[in-house]
């Protein structure tokens, strides 16, 4: 089994940073992609960015030039530097991850998500 703990949430004023982290731990041979995604009440899960095994990173159009993801594949740490946070960024960040188990199948893991709140 593999575990995703995520932490670095919290209440931010509008205009400040934040800096999530994922770690991931169990049966892990490696991880392939990687990425934190987003709840906010009353809407449906949003991908935020995502980051290959490589280093390549995706992110969605309303985070760019705000939010940087990074990983550390030695560490089997995936982070999300948040900057510029606006009241719409409010929301339970999730991370996952791709995780090739010892036995080279691959399986998505979650974790149990952080709360971010931006207040205006």
């Known amino acids: 089994q593999v575990q995703l703990v995520e932490s670095g949430g919290g209440l931010v004023q509008a ?23 987003r709840q906010a009440p009353g809407k449906q899960r949003e991908l935020v960015a995502t980051i290959t095994s490589g280093g390549s990173t995706n992110y ?44 080279y199948y691959v399986r998505a893991y979650w974790g149990k998500g952080t709360l971010v709140t931006v207040s205006s």
Do not use: H
């Not at 999530?20 to 490696?30: D, K, M, Q, T, V």
């Not at 309303?62 to 510029?84: C, E, H, P, W």
């Open 60 to 103: 969605a159009d309303s985070v760019k030039g705000r939010f940087t993801i990074s990983r550390d594949n030695a560490k089997n740490t995936v982070y999300l530097q948040m900057n510029s946070l606006k009241p719409e960024d409010t929301a339970v960040y999730d991370c996952n991850a791709f995780v090739l188990s010892p036995g």
């Open 15 to 37: 205009g400040g940073s934040l800096r999530l982290s994922c770690s991931a731990s169990g049966s892990i041979r490696s991880i392939n992609d990687m990425g934190w995604y």
